[in-house]
């Protein structure tokens, strides 16, 4: 079992930047690739990028590419979110979650994301 806790989210002007980090409980984080999802008001959840167990591997959405970087510290159980350059369109609830090799297993309860224009 793996708890997620997410932290960093709030309340940026467009063009502004904010760190979201996720803190994993237990001590087999390194062994799950994680992602970071996004959903907005009336839209389907979304994944916006992903880093594999050692931190090698990530993957970003079109939509984000060159603004956000994603990266992990395993030794703090922890995975983070860089956001630049962000848009009014990045608004809403980002998610973390683990995934144990086949699916996305856990996740956490999600912080608030808003981009004022």
């Known amino acids: 079992q793996v708890q997620l806790v997410e932290s960093g989210g709030g309340l940026v002007q467009a063009g502004g930047s904010l760190r979201l980090s996720c803190t994993a409980s237990?001590?087999?984080?390194?062994?799950?690739?994680m992602g970071w999802f996004r959903q907005a008001p009336g839209k389907e959840r979304e994944l916006v990028t992903s880093?594999?167990?050692?931190?090698?591997?990530?993957y970003y959405a079109d939509s984000v590419k060159g603004r956000f970087t994603i990266s992990r510290d395993n030794a703090k159980n922890t995975v983070y979110l860089q956001m630049n350059s962000l848009k009014p369109e990045d608004t809403a609830v980002y998610y973390c979650?683990?995934?144990?090799?086949?699916?996305?297993?856990?996740w956490g309860q999600g912080t608030q994301v808003t981009v004022s224009s």
């Open positions: 880093i594999n167990w050692s931190g090698g591997t990530t």
């Open positions: 979650a683990a995934n144990s090799g086949f699916q996305y297993d856990y």
């Open positions: 237990g001590r087999t984080f390194s062994s799950y690739a």
